[in-house]
């Protein structure tokens, strides 16, 4: 039994996670997520039977006893050859650490990922009718004619992190929104704000944005992921919130690797399996 450990946020929980699960899947392991044993309850995972609070509190003073054996991927330039080996060689270990990675193995054991991470209907089926109903409230034309946006829109930790390089205003993220449009003339666009800051207001975006249909559903986490997963069209800052977001539909995604929106162009929005081995 491989009992996966880490900390930090949400999506990078699921990333770590997803790596040692693939890892296992191919080496015939079963894997056990301690951090999705009690948080975050509200995937799939969550609901199975060899993830509950009691796995995490085994495996937790197991390992604080030493007596359950430690793989720790934390640092970028771990010796992973002498890592695997142990992985390999201890029937029950537990594995920690962000660079805990097999990009090959996630690929092609991605469609069970995705399965594992659906969020629960009691998250989603709200979700889905309010973006219904927002549509449906200001839309002109028919269907067919209509594209969603999905921004990600990250303050908080970005103030610091990078020395603030990713730390974009609401201008910034304003001109990327409406070069979007100018890159789909014809269609009409419904934006879709997801954001960790609560200054930010739809009425603001609507009015620097005003070719758009501008709707903020001020979700938590779960609500926002899902509703970005929702939409045809992805952009944000580097962030594996917006990558994770894209993984489920393969949606193409537009990373805001600087400020200037005239950058932004139709063959730079890629998919996940070009994000996700160029992640930041």
């Known amino acids: 039994m491989i009992f996966a450990r880490d900390k930090s946020q949400m999506c990078n929980n699921l990333l770590q996670y997803a790596h040692v699960y693939a890892w296992g899947r191919e080496h ?5 997520s301690m951090r999705f044993s009690y948080k975050y309850k509200f ?3 969550c609901h199975t039977d060899l993830t509950g609070f009691g796995w995490y509190l085994f495996a937790k003073y197991m390992a604080a006893l030493h007596l359950l054996p430690t793989a720790s991927f934390k640092r970028r330039d771990c010796d992973r050859e002498v890592l695997e080996r142990k992985m390999l060689r201890h029937r029950h270990i537990v594995v920690s650490g962000w660079f805990a990675r097999w990009y090959d193995l996630f690929l092609k054991y991605r469609s069970e990922i995705c399965e594992l991470f659906t969020i629960d209907p009691e998250i989603t089926n709200p979700v889905k009718a309010k973006m219904q109903e927002a549509e449906r409230a200001v839309a002109k034309h028919d269907e067919a004619e209509t594209l969603r946006l999905g921004v990600h829109i990250r303050r908080g930790d970005y103030a610091e992190w990078r020395d603030g390089q ?3 205003d609401n201008g910034i993220y304003a001109q990327h929104i409406n070069r979007f449009q ?3 003339p014809e269609k009409e666009i419904h934006v879709y ?3 960790n800051d609560p200054s930010v207001t739809e009425e603001e975006y609507q009015q620097l944005c ?6 903020h559903l001020h979700g938590n986490a779960p609500e926002d992921l899902f509703m970005l997963s929702e939409c045809d069209y992805l952009i944000g800052p580097p962030s594996t919130f917006s990558m994770v977001a894209g993984m489920y539909h393969d949606l193409p995604l537009y990373r805001m690797d600087t400020r200037d929106a005239n950058e932004m162009t139709l063959e730079k929005f890629l998919k996940f399996d070009y994000w996700f081995s160029h992640m930041v």
Do not use: D, N
Request: charged share 15%.
């Open 28 to 32: 015939g392991r079963k894997v056990i």
């Open 43 to 45: 995937f799939k995972i």
């Open 166 to 168: 990713f730390f974009f």
């Open 182 to 184: 100018e890159l789909f």
């Open 193 to 195: 704000l997801s954001t």
């Open 210 to 215: 005003p070719s758009v249909h501008v709707h």
